[in-house]
T-cell receptor, first 119, second 112 residues
Framework: GAVVSQHPSWVICKSGTSVKIECRSLDFQATTMFWYRQFPKQSLMLMATSNEGSKATYEQGVEKDKFLINHASLTLSTLTVTSAHPEDSSFYIC???????????????FGEGSRLTVL | QKEVEQDPGPLSVPEGAIVSLNCTYSNSAFQYFMWYRQYSRKGPELLMYTYSSGNKEDGRFTAQVDKSSKYISLFIRDSQPSDSATYLCAMSGNTGGFKTIFGAGTRLFVKA
C-alpha cells in the first residue's frame, strides 16, 4: 500500500512554544491530506482537510489560528501548533489520499502519528 | 444518530476464536468501506478495503459489506494475541468530497 511518513513521532515542548509536525506521502502524490487528533482510548477526531495549493478547511470548533496547516506541495503537509499549552497535548495523526488507482477511491493511508506533550 | 455506529467494546476472546466486528451506518451514499487496525500509540493501518457490497478475503481476515442493510463486518479467523488492537471501520462516498467517516473503534483483546 501507499506510504505516509509523519515526523516527529514524539515531541516534548514548553508551554508557549510552537511545534511543527510534518506529513509526507512517500510514493504517491497526495492532493488531499487530513489531520486528526486522538485522545486516549477514543477514535479519530478530524481537525482539518488540507488541499494542495489552497487553504485548509477546518472542522467546527478547531481554531485555525492555533493549528496552522500548510500543504505547499503534493507530497508534504505540515501542522503547526502555535503557542502550545498543556491542553494541546495529544496524539496527532495525518492521512493522505492521492490521485489515480486506489488512492483516488476514498482509501486513506495514515502516518505513524506524533505524540505531543506540552509541559 | 451518528453516521457510523460501532460498539467500542472491549471485546475479549481466547486465542483461536473467530472474531466478528461490526459497524452500521445511515448514509446510503457510502460506497467505499475500510477496516483499520490501530495498535496503542501508533497510526491506523489499513487492513481491508471493499468497494460496494460483497465479501473480500485476505488471509485470516474477511470483510463483508451489506449495503441493503447498511451493515459491514470484519471476521478474524484463528485469532492471535498479536491481533489485540483497536479496529476502526471507516467509509466514504462520492459526496462531500469523499469525506471519510470513522466508527468509534472496537478494542479487541485476544488472550493466550
Amino acid at each position: 500500500g501507499a506510504v505516509v511518513s509523519q515526523h516527529p513521532s514524539w515531541v516534548i515542548c514548553k508551554s508557549g512554544t510552537s511545534v511543527k509536525i510534518e506529513c509526507r506521502s512517500l510514493d504517491f502524490q497526495a492532493t488531499t491530506m487530513f489531520w486528526y487528533r486522538q485522545f486516549p482510548k477514543q477514535s479519530l477526531m478530524l481537525m482539518a482537510t488540507s488541499n494542495e495549493g489552497s487553504k485548509a478547511t477546518y472542522e467546527q470548533g478547531v481554531e485555525k489560528d492555533k493549528f496552522l496547516i500548510n500543504h505547499a506541495s503534493l507530497t508534504l503537509s505540515t501542522l503547526t501548533v502555535t503557542s502550545a499549552h498543556p491542553e494541546d497535548s495529544s496524539f496527532y495523526i495525518c492521512s493522505a489520499r492521492g490521485q489515480g488507482g486506489r488512492t483516488n477511491t476514498g482509501e486513506l493511508f495514515f502516518g505513524e502519528g506524533s505524540r505531543l506533550t506540552v509541559l | 444518530q451518528k453516521e457510523v455506529e460501532q460498539d467500542p467494546g472491549p471485546l475479549s476472546v481466547p486465542e483461536g476464536a473467530i472474531v466478528s466486528l461490526n459497524c452500521t451506518y445511515s448514509n446510503s451514499a457510502f460506497q467505499y468501506f475500510m477496516w483499520y487496525r490501530q495498535y496503542s500509540r501508533k497510526g491506523p493501518e489499513l487492513l481491508m478495503y471493499t468497494y460496494s457490497s460483497g465479501n473480500k478475503e485476505d488471509g485470516r481476515f474477511t470483510a463483508q459489506v451489506d449495503k441493503s442493510s447498511k451493515y459491514i463486518s470484519l471476521f478474524i479467523r484463528d485469532s492471535q494475541p498479536s491481533d489485540s488492537a483497536t479496529y476502526l471501520c471507516a467509509m466514504s462516498g462520492n459526496t462531500g468530497g469523499f469525506k471519510t467517516i470513522f466508527g468509534a473503534g472496537t478494542r479487541l483483546f485476544v488472550k493466550a
